[in-house]
């Protein structure tokens, strides 16, 4: 039977702008979060307008410095290189210049993929850090409290790629996925069964090369092995996209607040 997701899409005009919005986002959901649960266990995404949100959550001149509630957030990602943390195209690294080494969270509180051992082994490893951490049992899995996506100019997510082994995955947390189109490389990622289970769900997609996957995302033909971003759909029927003009441009126009929505059938 088909299920029904409600799209909303903000659109924002420039970087600076949706970077703001990001950087709220994760502000009011964090702290709406704690106050429910007690913490708030937030999956990361990488890339250049990410940082610029991790920049300005971490700005002592900004609010949302001492207004993030540090001492109940813990910081996992949704998918790395496989790279030693040190290097420079590593999601761990980006996320410790511009955010972990500028605010109090403590290692205890970080929960980094090992980009720096053997694919499988990675995984692995991850998998078992938050199986052990959440204690979790038999099939159960991890229920994320906030995740940020991206999308490729491809239309993958996370490291869920078009046309490779990881879209098949239905069962583990975390699974090394070989992408040979990303130069024959090797990437860990949660898989897409995992993160429709998180209780908010966004994507942050900027760029003009992002307009047509993503109306092809959202408004034409269920293809998931083509498209990935087409898997996440999450438990609760939500989903956020925080756009920027060039990224929206071939949507259905917003209304007067800058929002537009969506009714999809997957």
Avoid: C
Wanted: glycine content about 6%; proline content about 7%; cysteine-free.
């Amino acid at each position: 039977m088909a299920r029904k997701i409600e799209v909303e899409y903000r659109v924002y005009n420039g970087a600076d702008a949706l970077s703001r919005a990001a950087a709220e986002h994760f502000l009011d959901t964090s702290q709406a979060v704690v106050a429910a649960h007690g913490v708030a266990r937030i999956a990361i995404s990488g890339g250049s307008t990410p940082r610029r949100t991790f920049e300005l959550l971490a700005n002592p001149a900004e609010k949302f410095a001492s207004a993030m509630p540090w001492a109940r957030i813990e910081i996992y990602w949704v998918d790395e290189r496989m790279v030693p943390p040190d290097d420079k195209d590593s999601n761990y690294r980006m996320t410790r210049e511009a955010l972990l080494d500028k605010v109090p969270l403590t290692p205890e509180q970080i929960f980094r993929i090992e980009g720096e051992l053997d694919p499988e082994q990675a995984a692995a490893r991850y998998e078992s850090a938050i199986r052990n951490h959440l204690r979790l049992e038999g099939a159960q899995g991890p229920v994320f409290d906030v995740l940020a996506l991206g999308m490729g100019p491809d239309g993958h997510t996370a490291s869920l790629f078009p046309h490779t082994g990881a879209i098949n995955e239905m069962i583990r947390i975390a699974v090394a996925n070989h992408v040979p189109q990303q130069k024959d490389s090797w990437r860990v990622t949660l898989t897409w069964p995992v993160i429709n289970q998180a209780r908010h769900i966004f994507f942050l997609i900027a760029g003009k090369d992002k307009a047509q996957p993503l109306h092809d995302v959202l408004l034409g033909k269920y293809d998931p092995e083509t498209l990935p971003s087409q898997l996440i759909q999450p438990r609760n029927g939500r989903l956020l996209m925080l756009l920027d003009k060039d990224a929206a441009a071939l949507l259905p126009p917003v209304g007067a607040n800058g929002a537009g929505h969506l009714e999809i059938e997957r």
